[in-house]
């Protein structure tokens, strides 16, 4: 049960419920947490009928409260224990809900990057950087602590960045901690029904709801994904410096909230893209939509028996080619650019070689070794003189990514890698059997992530760097007594995996033959367990799935935006005046004006009622600079430092807006159609014929 609701009016309590109830005697506090009790019971009513009807229902609860003279106590009466320590629940609630109780458990992450330089979007960032650190020399041995102070606000109190409450039970600590912290953004979640009724006698969820801005709020296990999400989308500027956690209680169910939350965040700065690159990509998608290249115009609809066989470049690849080999005349293989070199020196020939990447260099292209006269299934973003090296390119509008007009197809769920392109194609395709080959997700040895004998192999370590907490275990789709483990890029690939296969109709035959993390929606099969029937119609289904693929027409295909790009830049750059217009700092104002700067920006840019996502690659840097304007932030020790650094930061952020005028995108395509061989031709390796 999930709730996000807007604000209910109601008169403010004086002081916090622990206040309360050590003033009152033990009759008049029996009768405070019974009139808690209803008034929450009142508020469900309107806010959340599910949790109003668990509050009424009520159940056997096994925890119960026992007032006494000094305070009172709870108790678990399957145990007869007390469900904290003997100094008391009023004492306990207060320390746990300090302000660095050690209970907290801070994603912390305050220390500079070092980005290349040979792009725009690197040295902007490094010049930010670079002239804080030159204006505050102190911040450069400061940011590479481990341990920050909340900062210092009016009367006592302090601001902290986003916070996750995950188990509430009786809640004394999250109201005692709310009452001297301005918080960013608050979420509560509690696993267990039971001691959210308990939490409902303390806590009072109107006033919660009135004093954050909105109760987010979720009762049950598991929680899903996207709830996790949603809390670092809110706060997606402070939150990728700093989320707080603290658990209420020490349980499993809590542990694997924390451990998803991490994920999660880690996943923030696990990968970084140029900006430049996707000003490059979009220039590229306009080229080829000129020329003419046939492009993705709608699903395909292959025969309904179709099989599809959907191939990564996991480690566990190795223990299928065999099978693959001997089957690949009764299913369609797609696979990814990355696996292909080692299916081909298998006797494998896949049906589409697909590739994500807008861009590869002459090194890559060559380690790849793919072959030219198999279909090259790219996105509408890839380099036209690398798409010259193929006999047949066949190009995809991915949605999600910045187009140059709008198509009346996009494939959705074509994001994050490769792999998750192959996948959101053959799911597109309608198969009636999907199977799944070297899509792990994850990997049991960090020095061997991708297949042996691939392209990685040449490169001097194909290994990933594996440091503190971004190495965690993920469930196994086959359990060994190895443990698989994972890093937060696999694991939102595997997220937008299971996304996917949810798309696919009732009925649909879907198997995963990899030896990597578990896809939920998938059915874990051993290749050694089953082999497919004969298909004869296996080249009519490949037929109708090329046939989907057209050259784009103006009007009939796509049409183009109502306004042109050339304006992006100059209305990001009012727009960061328009939020930045405080000249004085205001922690809490300036926490929701950071974290809400992307969406407010995106929205100052829609031209009608279509999402135009041209704007994505500078509201990118945007990112990275309110980013790192925060880690200096968080880091200042007195309230002139930080002013000094907000005034500093202000004027460096405006500054860098303003050199976009130079890095415009281009303008609309003025042709519905060319052909591809028209363009001039660029050097670059040629994929072989086999």
Known sequence: MTQNRPKHRRAKSAGTMLERLRKRTPRQRASLLSNTFQANLTFFKQRDPALASLLESGGQNPYQVSINDHFLDLIDTSSNLLCHPQSGLDSFAEQLGDWHHPGWIDFLDPRLRHYPQDENHGRQLMAFSESLLAAFPQFEERLSEDRFQLPEIENGRRFSPAVVFAGIFHGLHIDHYLSRTSVADVTLIEPDRFK????????????LEQRCGGLRLHVGDPVPDAFLQAILTRSWITSTVWLRVLPGYRLPEIDRIVERLRLAWLALTDAWVPADRELRALDHAKKNLAAGVPILTSEPRPEPETRIAVVGAGPSLCNDLAWLKKQQQQIIIIAAHTAVRVLLKNGIRPDFQVSLDPEWDDATLRRLDLDRRIPLLAGNHKDPAILRQFDQPLLVAVDGLPQP????YQLPFGLQTTGNLALAFACACHPRTLLLLGMDFGFRDSNRIHVKGGHFDEQTDQGVEITGNRQLPVAANFPSRQPLLTRPYFNDARLLAEKTLRQLEPGTRILNLSDGARIAGADAVHSNEFELDPWPDKEAALAALKAAFEPPRRGEHWHPFADGANQTADLLTTGLHRLFDQQTISWSHLASTLNRAQHDLFQLC????TPDLRPLPYLRIIKDLLTTW??????????????NLYRKGRELLLGAAMEWNDHRQLGQPTTGAATASSATRQTH??????
């Open 196 to 207: 959210f009724l308990v939490s409902c006698h303390f806590l009072d969820y109107a006033r």
């Open 405 to 408: 007009v709008i198509f009346n």
């Open 606 to 609: 829609r031209t009608g009622t």
């Open 630 to 643: 925060f880690r200096f932030l968080i880091a200042a020790r007195t309230p002139e430092e930080t002013a």
């Open 685 to 690: 390796p040629q994929p072989r014929d086999r």
